[in-house]
Structure formats: C-alpha cells, structure tokens
C-alpha cells in the first residue's frame, strides 16, 4: 500500500470507531454479515460477543498502526490466525470475514463518503488480514490446543490466586508469551493469560489471575477453580524477548499480575551463566499487591545481574487489608511511592536498555507516555497488544 492509501483507511477508521459507539455499531455490522452469509459460523463463537466485538475491533487498529511495517502486522495477523484455529476456524473461512470487514465499513461509512479511493484502500488491507490469518492458520503444525489439570489453587489475596496446571503434553511456549484458556466453569469463553513460569518437559504451567470485578470469566476462575478441574490451552502468542544478543542492558516494568511474563524470562535467564543487567520495576496500587515480590528479592539474592526496585501507588495497605506488613526484604531497594511510569521516568530515558512493559492497558499506555516524555525512544519499548 502506498502512503496514501494508509492515510485513507486510518481517516476513514477513526471517523467510524470515534463516533458514540462507532466502535460498537461497526463490529455489530461486519458479524451481522458474516453471520448473515455464513449462519453456521456462529457456532463458532461464545454465546457472548462482548469480548470478541471489542477484540476485532482492536485487532484492526493494530494492523493499521503498523501498514508502513507490512511484517510486523503480518507477523502479528498470522498469529491470530493460529489462535482461531481453537474456535475450529480454518484458512477457508477468511475470504468470508474479508467480505463482510469490507462491506461494514462500506455501509457504515455511507455512498456519500465512499469513494473509489478508500474502497480500493480498504479491499488492499482486508486482503492482508484475511490472507494472513489463513496463512498461519493453514501452517501451523501445532495443535489447536492442550489440555491440562489443575493441581494447585492458591489465593494470594482476595482477588488474585495462583493456578498450577499439569498439561497431558509440554506446551512449547517462549518465556514472555501469552496464550489463551478455557475453563469448564465458562466453556466457551477463552481469556489471555501469561504463563509466569518457563516452559518445561514435565508440562507444569502457572498462571497469576487478578479477579476483574463484573468480568465474566475472572472471578470464576479465582473463586471457583478447584484441584482437578481440566483447562484448555491454546497455542503462545506474542513476542516479549530480551535480545541477549544486543549487548544491551534490560529495563522491565511490571504492574500487578503484569509481572508475570518479565517473571518467567527472568527464571529462565536466571539458567545461564551470563545474562545482561536487568532491572525490574514491581508494581502495584498498595504494598499488598506486591505479592510476588519475595520470589524476586530470592531471585536477586543469587543472580547479581539482576535489581528489583517494589514501586506502590499508595504508602499503606487499604483499611481492609487485615494481614500484618511483611517486612521489607533484607538487601532489596526501598519501596518507591507513585505511578509506576512516573518512578521510573524520574530515573531519566533510560535510552540505553532494551524496554519491556507488562501490566493492564491502562498501566501500559500511561507508563509509555511517561516514557517518551522523558526521552525514552520509541522503538526501545516493547508491550504486547492492549
């Protein structure tokens, strides 16, 4: 595509989704179409669209960010498409949600604005995401998904637990991706998760779930996950990697249960015998949402390269916390109080480390910001999606 071309669908995308509910109106049309054309596809997907509305809406916004980096988003495309194939979606299916991305942006832009032009642009970028999608899809020598056990429910706090699953077969994931899970508590509902621990051969997973209050899978998965219940899990996604390569230095922030893929990378470089300088900024609203932060003060004890810095919102724990303080950790940084993003900005650019963020989307985008502000590069940064 050539730039004018992306400039025409970024134009004509922000007049759709900034509108009241355009956002809303414009996944409704393309699965009213693609459901109109093909009702057997609506099996497909959860009794609940809510969260897939949102998702494709998301989606495209990605793709569009990256149209001047054709690899990045096909990368990034080809990926989903290898994350349907756990809805039974296959290469086939992709011309038809093509069509129907392309006619719901027709009809919601209306003929008094659709112009050759823009229809020429938009077919060129449905054509990207559906021939990407089919490509991974049609690919991908992995399975759809793996199935594991439950074998260990803890609650940490109120509303976060850590789940150990054994899958029946080692999920060949890469510390720092994420993938998504199915419980039987919400059968047809997958969430994304981060494993917070490196892949191994005996099939152990651990993932850290905050309870999202009105969220529809969450609570069920920190409030009702028992030992032995059977998840499912569907292939890794993402690219969060330090490049060891580089020579480079690492600067990681992590929010909440955000810490977990930044965990998992740092147990697994804590192997080898010579890693880069890693600094992690642990984050939380009140010191108690620092739950994890013993297990890296033990990992920092025996790996020199590596600096853990606890960062709270607030100074002290909300008036219902009933648990006593634990003690600062002997050795380890004092705590640090304030958003994280604006902590470790007041740092400087830190124009010099490979840069990772992890946490809730709110925490990523704010954190980014505070960056740049302070001089921080672009490109240094990584995140998954939010």
Not at 288 to 311: G, I, K, R
Request: hydrophobic share 40%.
């Amino acid at each position: 595509m050539n730039l004018r071309e992306i400039a025409l669908v970024r134009t004509n995308f922000r007049s759709v989704t900034e509108t009241p509910n355009g956002r809303d109106r414009l996944s409704n049309s393309f699965y009213g179409l693609l459901f109109g054309e093909n009702p057997m596809f609506r099996q497909l997907f959860p009794a609940t669209m809510e969260h897939q509305r949102d998702r494709l809406v998301d989606a495209i916004q990605i793709v569009l960010d990256h149209l001047e980096q054709p690899d990045i988003a096909r990368g990034f495309l080809e990926q989903l498409g290898r994350d349907h194939r756990k809805y039974g979606v296959d290469g086939s299916h992709y011309a038809a949600a093509a069509r129907a991305l392309h006619g719901a942006l027709r009809a919601y832009t209306g003929p008094a604005f659709w112009t050759d032009s823009i229809d020429q642009a938009w077919w060129h970028v449905a054509t990207l995401i559906s021939d990407s999608m089919a490509s991974g899809a049609d690919t991908d020598d992995m399975p759809s998904h793996w199935d594991g056990t439950v074998v260990d429910h803890r609650r940490v706090l109120d509303d976060l637990a850590i789940v150990r699953l054994r899958t029946d077969t080692p999920i060949p994931y890469e510390a720092g991706q994420y993938l998504s899970v199915r419980t039987p508590q919400r059968p047809r509902m997958w969430r994304y998760l981060s494993p917070a621990i490196p892949s191994n051969p005996h099939g152990e997973i651990e993932f850290h779930i905050r309870r999202i209050s009105g969220g529809w899978v969450s609570p069920s998965m920190v409030n009702e996950t028992r030992v032995g219940d059977r998840w499912s899990l569907s292939s890794p996604l993402g690219g969060l990697k330090v490049d060891l390569d580089s020579g480079d230095d690492v600067l990681m922030i992590g929010s909440g249960t955000g810490i977990a893929p930044l965990r998992a990378q740092i147990m697994e470089m804590s192997s080898r015998g010579i890693n880069p300088r890693v600094h992690l900024f642990v984050g939380g609203r009140h010191p108690c949402d620092l739950y994890d932060l013993y297990t890296m003060w033990e990992l920092a004890m025996v790996n020199p390269w590596l600096t853990v810095v606890p960062v709270s919102e607030e100074e002290n724990d909300p008036w219902w916390h009933v648990e006593p303080p634990r003690e600062h950790p002997i050795g380890m940084h004092q705590r640090l109080v304030g958003p994280i993003g604006k902590v470790v900005a007041s740092f400087g650019a830190w124009t010099d480390r490979q840069i990772q963020i992890a946490g809730s989307p709110r925490m990523v985008a704010e954190t980014t910001q505070e960056l740049l502000a302070a001089g921080t590069p672009w490109e240094r940064i990584q995140h998954d999606p939010v």
